[in-house]
């Protein structure tokens, strides 16, 4: 089953580029200030290009973003997606890196911002110091690192491309530059590929191939802490690209293929050995996870479906929290001062952890959609959606 034109075509806009780190240490103008978009330039400056992604730490305070904007920050002159970071609160923005081509990571702490440059290199940039490690991956296509917020690890990889770029998943430790392949099977495995990990970067989905290249294993878990890795119930639909993993290990978020359904959203409990699906069953378009929140409770949602919540008319693709406690849903891509609807609606920000706020209250969605008086460029911008 494949997704409908209409959502490939938003997620494929919503993952395209790099993200923009802002700095926290001005103070911030005793003037009111615009706290969205999230991605902002110094002085509040509202950017002349489009934001590709983002990544927001646990409190939703930092944001790492890309985007093709020239006006962030002064002096950027080079045409290209660059990378920037900024505390929402503050007047500046600073750009971490330019000429990136993989999505923005900032850890859950907001201290350190994990980039894909174009030329090659990975890296994991220091706020606190401003210290960076770069180096270059085997991989031809690795995702952007996923960053411990202690700065110790760093784990990244790539899934199965039909045969396209070789997979691989890795945890490296960031002080020794040694890498740590995810554990595969013995005689006659062959290289693993990476999925996904929890935010605190301890638990890692992978699975391995064997000798001819064929996936073999099933889905894997790998907890690094306790060195040990499950084997996950076949029932848990893992497509790729659009699974997570809560920071305790537990709860997975995944997707459903039931035959004669769209694509929708479940999370699986690993201690209960069951799976619940969100509360609308059968939704009338696809739908599948952008985040879990840390303790499992809250599931970001992306959908096109309008049966999620009652008048859902703007026909787009919007963002939803599924909150499993009181088994509600509640779409979060609307306007900041009336909390209407978004004509364009929204997409995910980015692909993997730094989407969420760890209590899963607000998460960051693209959107085209002025949501936000100060918001006139008409292009792409990251907002946190409440």
């Given at each position: 089953?494949?997704?409908?034109?209409r959502?490939?075509?938003?997620l494929?806009?919503?993952?395209?580029?790099?993200?923009?780190?802002?700095?926290?240490?001005?103070?911030?103008?005793?003037?009111?200030?615009?706290?969205?978009?999230?991605?902002?330039?110094?002085?509040?400056?509202?950017?002349?290009?489009?934001?590709?992604?983002?990544?927001?730490?646990?409190?939703g305070?930092?944001?790492?973003?890309?985007?093709?904007?020239?006006?962030?920050?002064?002096?950027?002159?080079?045409?290209?997606?660059?990378?920037?970071?900024?505390?929402?609160?503050?007047?500046?923005?600073i750009?971490?890196?330019?000429?990136?081509?993989?999505?923005?990571?900032?850890?859950?702490n907001?201290?350190?911002?994990?980039y894909?440059?174009?030329?090659?290199e990975?890296?994991?940039?220091?706020r606190?110091?401003?210290?960076?490690?770069?180096?270059?991956?085997?991989?031809?296509?690795?995702?952007?690192?996923?960053?411990?917020?202690?700065?110790?690890?760093?784990?990244?990889?790539?899934?199965?491309?039909f045969?396209?770029?070789?997979?691989?998943?890795?945890?490296?430790?960031?002080?020794?530059?040694?890498?740590?392949?995810?554990?595969?099977?013995?005689?006659?495995?062959?290289?693993?590929?990476?999925?996904?990990?929890?935010?605190?970067?301890?638990?890692?989905?992978?699975?391995?191939?064997?000798?001819?290249?064929?996936?073999?294993?099933?889905?894997?878990?790998?907890?690094?802490?306790?060195e040990?890795?499950?084997?996950?119930?076949?029932?848990?639909?893992?497509?790729?690209?659009?699974?997570?993993?809560?920071?305790?290990?537990?709860?997975?978020?995944?997707?459903?293929?039931?035959?004669?359904?769209?694509?929708?959203?479940?999370?699986?409990?690993?201690?209960?050995?069951?799976?619940?699906?969100?509360?609308?069953?059968?939704?009338?378009?696809?739908?599948?996870?952008?985040e879990?929140?840390?303790?499992?409770?809250?599931?970001?949602?992306?959908?096109?479906?309008?049966?999620?919540?009652?008048?859902?008319?703007?026909?787009?693709?919007?963002?939803?929290?599924?909150?499993?406690?009181?088994?509600?849903?509640?779409?979060?891509?609307?306007?900041?001062?009336?909390?209407?609807?978004?004509?364009n609606?929204?997409?995910?920000?980015?692909?993997?952890?730094?989407?969420f706020?760890?209590?899963?209250?607000?998460?960051?969605?693209?959107?085209?959609?002025?949501?936000?008086?100060?918001?006139?460029?008409?292009?792409?911008?990251?907002?946190?959606?409440?």
């Open positions: 089953m494949r997704t409908s034109t959502l490939r075509t938003a494929i806009a919503t993952l395209a580029g790099a993200a923009m780190i802002a700095a926290a240490c001005s103070p911030a103008p005793a003037a009111s200030k615009p706290l969205n978009p999230l991605t902002l330039g110094t002085n509040f400056v509202v950017g002349n290009g489009s934001v590709t992604s983002a990544s927001i730490s646990y409190d305070t930092w944001t790492a973003f890309t985007s093709t904007s020239t006006n962030l920050v002064a002096g950027d002159n080079n045409g290209l997606i660059d990378l920037f970071l900024r505390q929402r609160n503050t007047s500046q923005t750009r971490v890196k330019e000429n990136v081509n993989g999505g923005a990571y900032i850890s859950t907001g201290q350190y911002v994990a894909r440059a174009v030329t090659g990975l890296g994991v940039y220091n606190i110091n401003a210290a960076r490690s770069e180096w270059t991956s085997s991989l031809i296509s690795p995702t952007t690192p996923v960053v411990a917020p202690d700065g110790g690890t760093a784990v990244y990889g790539s899934p199965v491309s045969g396209l770029t070789p997979p691989g998943c890795f945890a490296r430790d960031l002080a020794s530059g040694v890498e740590t392949p995810c554990p595969a099977g013995g005689p006659g495995a062959g290289t693993t590929a990476y999925e996904t990990t929890s935010a605190n970067t301890r638990y890692v989905i992978y699975y391995w191939n064997d000798l001819g290249g064929f996936g073999t294993s099933g889905w894997r878990m790998w907890d690094r802490v306790e040990d890795v499950t084997t996950l119930d076949p029932s848990i639909v893992i497509f790729p690209g659009y699974a997570y993993v809560s920071d305790d290990g537990r709860y997975i978020a995944a997707t459903s293929t039931a035959p004669g359904v769209p694509f929708n959203t479940v999370v699986a409990d690993l201690e209960t050995l069951t799976i619940t699906t969100q509360p609308i069953a059968s939704p009338n378009g696809a739908t599948v996870p952008v879990i929140s840390s303790d499992g409770s809250k599931v970001l949602i992306q959908s096109e479906a309008s049966n999620l919540v009652p008048n859902d008319t703007n026909g787009a693709v919007d963002m939803f929290i599924w909150d499993r406690t009181a088994n509600t849903v509640k779409r979060i891509s609307r306007y900041t001062d009336t909390s209407n609807q978004l004509p609606g929204a997409g995910r920000c980015g692909n993997g952890p730094g989407q706020r760890s209590d899963g209250t607000g998460g960051c969605g693209l959107t085209t959609s002025p949501a936000a008086a100060v918001d006139t460029n008409g292009l792409a911008d990251g907002y946190m959606m409440v």
